[in-house]
Each structure stands twice: as structure tokens, then as C-alpha cells.
């Protein structure tokens, strides 16, 4: 399935379902290769309406015309790194083009004191600084960015109440930042009730550094009713709950569970030192019914594609190991293209769809990404060379583009798509439309085995799908049909990133789990997936 060389930004998709079927349906059928049954790539069957699909086979020593494209990468799109990867060769490949952009010097900054002052000492600096009505908070955020000493706040302090009779609301939140930065405990407890005898109210920002604060201390339950307090004015953040949450693992575990299912039901993703917390409780007393809510969070992970880091990794491992009487071993590993774990021998999840999930996800297409949103999109795919290629493996072929390209422009040549018409059929949408909607229609009614060639990564079309189980079966059925170029060099093999046979997600069978997840030092943009694996084997 090729798509058309669009550039640029076009308007959505304007006409609905019904006239696109009726443009296009009728044409779409899928099919094997004629005569390539073990070839690994399905593409779409095109009928002609006059119900001839015979195409020419190129010649393997025909000329090839196209640009030269981007060295290629052995990471698939999807595997993390692999786009810092292709930044580096693409760096490479500009040498000397690049123009190193100078460094802009540091500018000298006022010195932070390093030892209480006295008030005459605080009023001699005040009379050099360039703000003086601001001089006491920038002083205070200047020791708060550099994890400055508690004591020289504090003479701070008496130098805002001798110099003006009172403490600002903002000179005492970031003296607070500071305490609680530096787990100075006591200070938060009585700057607490210092702020609630002062000031009618506190703001969110107030709330939860006194959460924070007081969540390590014996007056736990107080960051409750703080978080509650929250929950008037806003959504709390993640570290909002998490800090109570860690907290109520260590006095009152049920708290904790109960406010991990309110978090869902917020839609708010715990971080990993929240979750992280579960799995080291859990080490020191876990029961039957511990056990089995702990695989809930596993499920949560793996619902909602989420992978841990390395830290959250280990407790995950740890807590395996220490279930007594399980015998759980665990090893950090790498999966072949196969799909099999050396270690258990284990074949993993496929990344094809099944035929229930395929169901869901073409309903979805239709209604939400086809027939729904704006959606904005642009391609840039070599074309003649490619379906060149793609022909001369017997495979039937669609080419999706717009009406000027048959027309030929200054960076289009109309000859080759003469030469493409020969070896495939082709669709054209109008100029001012949008090719991809097409190409994922087409794509979709032909059945589960077709695979589509673009350079797109179709994040605007996942993110147009109204619940997460439809992104992530569109995100697996994603990375188990697209093509994508990955080498081109003209009069030699091209070069196709390898498709995966396993799903990267979290899985399980009765005596083992795999769990992908995050490598340190390894940076992953959103739409890649880990390389890395946690096998856990439980021996009988």
C-alpha cells in the first residue's frame, strides 16, 4: 500500500463515509501475492472496473529514477533510540553543513550567602540590588534553586519583618519550598500553623508542599485533608497523590489502595515512585489478596501501555522473588525477531490482531478518524523505486496520491508516474484533501494481512480514537503493517525496517510474565518501544 508524495498541511477529509466508500469501495479487495505465497509482505488488491488486475512486471535491470534518500538504521521505527539514532546519521550525513550555533556565556549571578546576616547586612546588599521591591523573594528563590542553608533563609526572614512589620504570602511559600526541599520537617509543621493563623486561605501551591511535608511525618493523615482541600479547586497532580499514597503504605494500607483507584478514576497515571512503593510494601507482609491486587496494577501497566524504568524493574523483580513458596526468577533480557524468550522459551504475544480486535479497531477508524476530526498530515515517500521493488514481487499493488501529480511539478516528475501506472493502480483524492484518511480506509476494509507503506507515524489518527484500548489496538495493529523504507541507494537491494512478530506490552502466562521496560540512558520518544525485557519464570 503506497501513499501519495503530499507536502504540506491540507484541510480535513469534508465528505462523509458514504461517497468515500462510493468512490473507492467498490474498487478494494485483498488478496495474497499472485505467486509469492511465502513472501512476508501483503499489500492491496485493486480490481480495474473492468475487472482486470493483470499489472507488468518490471524488469530487476530496468533504470531506477529517484533521489538519493537518508542512511538507514538496523532500529526499527518503533524501538527506542531509534529516532535519536537516525538524528545522529542524519548529523553525519550534513558534516560540515553544520554550523556549531555559540554558546552563550553564563552571566554572573548574585552571590547566595552562606551564613546567617544580620539585618544590617541583608539592608547594604538590598541597596545594590537592581529590584529592591523584589529583592527579599528573589533572594529566597536564589536559595531554594541552590539548596541553600535553612539558617540564612531564616535571617532572611527577620529581615522582611524588621524591614516592613510582616511576611509576604509569597516569601513564606518559598521559604516552605525550602523546608520541604531539605526535609527540615519541624519548620513545615509550625510554618503550617504560622500561614493558617496568618492568611484566610491558602492556595493549591501551599497545599501541596504542606502534602509533601506532611506525609513523612507522624501527622500523616493531616496531608489527607489537605489533598481533599485540592480536590475543591482543581484536580490534584499525581505527586499530590502519591505522596499520601506512600505514606498510607506505611500506616494504613487499605488508604492507599483506595486512593490508587480514585487516581484511575481521575485519569491521573501514578509515577513510579508511587507504584514503586506497592511492590516494596509488599516484600515485608503480602497475602493472597495483596498478591492478586498487585497483578492489578500489572494489568493497569499493561492496558494503558505503560513501561516501567529500571527502578520500578527491580521492585517489580524483587517483589517476584520474595513471594514465599513461589520459587518466581527473574533476568533482564532481549527478545529475538522471533518473538521467543531464550530464557523460558516462551513465544510472546503477536503483534497481528486478532479477529475480535480488528473488528473494534476498523468500527473505530470509521467513525472517529474517517468520518471525525481535523486531522493534518504530510508525506514525503520516494515513489517509482519502490513500487518498482514492491512489483517485481509479484505483490498487487495501490498507489494513493493527488490529482497534481499527474500534471508533474518543479520536484515531480509527470513521467514517473507513468511508469508507476504500469506496475500499480492508483487512486487520486482531490488537491485540497487529505490522502491519508484514504490510505487508512483502504488499508483497513482490505482485511487484517494488508500492510501500508508510509513514513507517517499517523499520531494525529491515534490520538483522533476516543478511548485508550482502541489507541493502543491501533497503535499494535500500527507497528505490525506499516512499512517503512529504512536504506535506499539506487542499483542496489532496498532495504525495508523489519516488522515485529511479537507485541512489546506487558504479558503473562501461568508461569511466567514479560515485561518490557525502560533502559536507562536510552532516550524514547512516545511513539517507540522499549528494547529491554524483564523474564520472570516460576520454577515448580
Request: proline share 5%.
Amino acid at each position: 500500500m503506497l501513499s501519495g508524495p503530499s507536502r504540506g498541511f491540507v484541510p480535513r477529509l469534508r465528505c462523509p463515509l458514504t461517497s468515500v466508500a462510493k468512490t473507492a469501495g467498490p474498487l478494494l479487495r485483498a488478496v495474497v501475492p499472485r505467486s509469492c505465497p511465502s513472501s512476508k509482505f501483503f499489500m492491496l488488491d485493486v480490481r480495474r472496473p473492468g475487472g482486470s488486475t493483470k499489472r507488468n512486471s518490471p524488469s530487476p535491470a530496468q533504470p531506477r529514477v529517484a533521489r538519493r534518500a537518508a542512511p538507514g538504521t538496523s532500529l526499527s521505527l518503533f524501538t527506542a533510540g531509534a529516532a535519536r539514532k537516525r538524528a545522529e546519521l542524519e548529523k553525519i550525513k550534513l558534516g560540515n553543513k553544520l554550523i556549531d550555533v555559540p554558546k552563550v556565556a553564563n552571566v554572573a549571578k548574585s552571590p547566595v550567602p552562606t551564613k546567617p546576616l544580620s539585618v544590617g547586612e541583608w539592608k547594604k546588599i538590598k541597596a545594590e540590588a537592581h529590584n529592591q521591591t523584589r529583592f527579599e523573594v528573589s533572594m529566597m528563590e536564589k536559595l531554594l534553586f541552590s539548596h541553600g542553608d535553612i539558617d540564612v533563609a531564616k535571617s532572611l526572614l527577620v529581615f522582611e519583618t524588621m524591614e516592613t512589620g510582616t511576611l509576604r504570602y509569597e516569601l513564606l511559600l518559598k521559604y516552605l519550598a525550602l523546608c520541604v526541599q531539605g526535609h527540615h520537617l519541624n519548620e513545615v509543621l509550625d510554618l503550617y500553623a504560622i500561614m493558617k493563623t496568618k492568611f484566610e486561605t491558602l492556595d493549591t501551591g501551599a497545599y501541596s508542599l504542606f502534602i509533601s511535608g506532611f506525609s513523612k511525618t507522624d501527622r500523616w493523615k493531616e496531608a489527607m485533608a489537605f489533598l481533599d482541600s485540592i480536590k475543591k479547586m482543581i484536580n490534584p497532580s499525581p505527586r499530590n497523590y502519591g505522596d499520601v499514597i506512600i505514606s498510607a503504605l506505611q500506616h494504613k494500607v487499605e488508604t492507599a489502595w483506595k486512593l490508587l483507584k480514585e487516581m484511575e478514576s481521575r485519569n491521573l497515571t501514578p509515577n513510579e515512585d508511587t507504584l514503586r512503593a506497592f511492590f516494596d510494601c509488599g516484600k515485608s507482609s503480602c497475602d493472597e489478596q495483596y498478591e492478586n491486587k498487585m497483578m492489578t496494577i500489572l494489568s493497569y501497566l499493561r492496558d494503558n501501555q505503560l513501561y516501567p524504568g529500571e527502578s520500578l524493574m527491580d521492585s517489580i523483580q524483587s517483589w517476584f522473588e520474595s513471594l514465599p513458596g513461589k520459587k518466581w526468577e527473574g533476568h533482564q533480557i532481549t527478545i529475538v525477531h522471533s518473538g521467543e524468550c531464550h530464557m523460558c522459551n516462551t513465544l510472546l504475544e503477536s503483534i497481528q490482531l486478532s479477529e475480535e480486535e480488528y473488528g473494534i479497531l476498523r468500527e473505530c477508524v470509521m467513525s472517529d478518524v474517517i468520518q471525525g476530526k481535523d486531522v493534518f498530515k504530510k508525506t514525503t515517500p520516494e515513489l517509482l523505486d519502490v513500487v518498482t521493488h514492491l512489483a517485481q514481487q509479484n505483490l498487487r499493488l495501490l498507489v494513493l496520491g493527488r490529482m497534481h501529480m499527474l500534471r508533474g511539478t518543479h520536484s515531480w516528475d509527470k513521467g514517473h508516474m507513468a511508469a508507476i501506472k504500469k506496475y500499480a493502480d492508483c487512486f487520486f483524492t482531490a488537491n485540497i484533501s487529505e490522502d491519508d484518511p484514504f490510505l487508512l480506509y483502504a488499508t483497513i476494509l482490505s482485511g487484517n494481512h494488508c500492510k501500508f507503506l508510509s513514513r507517517d507515524l499517523m499520531r494525529d489518527h491515534k490520538a483522533c480514537l476516543s478511548d485508550k484500548n482502541t489507541r493502543r489496538l491501533f497503535f499494535k495493529w500500527q507497528r505490525g503493517h506499516q512499512l517503512v523504507l529504512s536504506g535506499f541507494n539506487p542499483g542496489r537491494k532496498m532495504k525495508f525496517e523489519v516488522i515485529p512478530k511479537y507485541d512489546t506490552i506487558i504479558q503473562s502466562t501461568k508461569n511466567t510474565w514479560h515485561i518490557p521496560y525502560e533502559e536507562g540512558g536510552v532516550e524514547r520518544c512516545s511513539y517507540e518501544v522499549p528494547r529491554k525485557w524483564l523474564c520472570l519464570q516460576k520454577h515448580n
